[in-house]
């Protein structure tokens, strides 16, 4: 069984940054690939980027292309997505998930974390 948590949101102003972790179940990296994934009010949840650390595989939706990084802490166990340029159309839940399989849709993801709440005030 695979154990996600997020943590890092909270409110910052557009053109500010944040970042978000998501700790992991211990060798869920080396066996799963990893994603970040959004949820606005009254939106579907929409992918933002994803990951399979064995392959050094990386791949981002258009609309944060050049302005989010993900990657993977081993040192403490984490996948973390840094957001530069933040926007008021990223507020939004921020969930990782873990999968076996890497997607860029949410429905095939296995397993999922809590989320955790991005605010950009414009």
């Known amino acids: 069984q695979v154990q996600l948590a997020e943590s890092g949101g909270g409110l910052v102003q557009a053109g500010g940054s944040l970042r978000l972790s998501c700790a992991a179940s211990?060798?869920?990296?080396?066996?799963?690939?990893m994603g970040w994934f959004r949820q606005a009010p009254g939106k579907e949840r929409e992918f933002v980027a994803a990951?399979?650390?064995?392959?050094?595989?990386?791949v981002y939706a258009d609309s944060v292309e050049g302005r989010f990084t993900v990657s993977i802490d081993i040192a403490r166990n984490t996948m973390d997505l840094q957001m530069n340029s933040l926007k008021p159309e990223d507020t939004a839940v921020y969930y990782c998930?873990?999968?076996?399989?890497?997607?860029?849709?949410?429905?095939?993801?296995?397993?999922w974390g809590l989320g955790t709440q991005v605010t950009v005030s414009s």
């Open positions: 998930a873990a999968s076996p399989m890497l997607y860029r849709t949410s429905g095939p993801w296995h397993y």
């Open positions: 211990e060798h869920t990296f080396e066996n799963y690939a």
């Open positions: 990951l399979r650390w064995s392959v050094r595989y990386r």
